[in-house]
């Protein structure tokens, strides 16, 4: 499935950074070696979102366990094609980062009494 979805990618040939993000059962983004996770990228960027997700105690109709929504920090709008679903298990995703500036990622589903502290902050460079 990964392969067939690249292939298909008309700029295959630019390499993506790749960023490896746990959504876990226990409603905390993590990133291996990152006590705090953050992400930062360039503007424009191609960065491929590899997502392990682990259900927590609740999830929506449609089976998704977890959400990343990437809000501007300055007005909490959402980032266009930055709103993402996860299914359990590993999943990707090819993005676009957007303009510079600081960023949340923030859960969109509603996964524990804790969901609300599921964020992570995103910072992206010029
Ligand atoms: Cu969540």
Same mark, same amino acid.
């Given at each position: ?24 059962? =226990?409603?905390?983004? /993590?990133?291996a070696? &990152? ?8 503007? $424009? #960027? ?19 366990i ?7 920090a ?8 930055? =709103?993402?679903?996860? /299914?359990?298990?590993? &999943? ?8 510079? $500036? #600081? ?24």
């Open positions: 499935m990964t392969v067939l979805f690249l292939a298909l990618l008309p700029y295959a040939d630019a390499q993506p950074r790749v960023i490896e993000l746990t959504a876990d059962h =226990d409603s905390r983004y /993590k990133m070696g &990152q006590r705090t996770p953050e992400i930062t990228v360039r503007a $424009g #960027e191609q960065v491929l979102l590899r997502v392990t997700a682990r259900k927590g105690k609740s999830w929506n109709r449609d089976g998704s977890h959400g990343f929504a990437l809000l501007r300055k007005d909490r709008s959402k980032v266009e094609g930055w =709103d993402l679903l996860f /299914k359990p298990g590993t &999943q990707e995703f090819l993005l676009t980062a957007p303009e510079p $500036g #600081e960023y949340e990622a923030v859960c969109t589903v509603i996964c524990s009494e804790d969901h609300e502290g599921m964020h992570l902050k995103v910072t992206v460079l010029p």
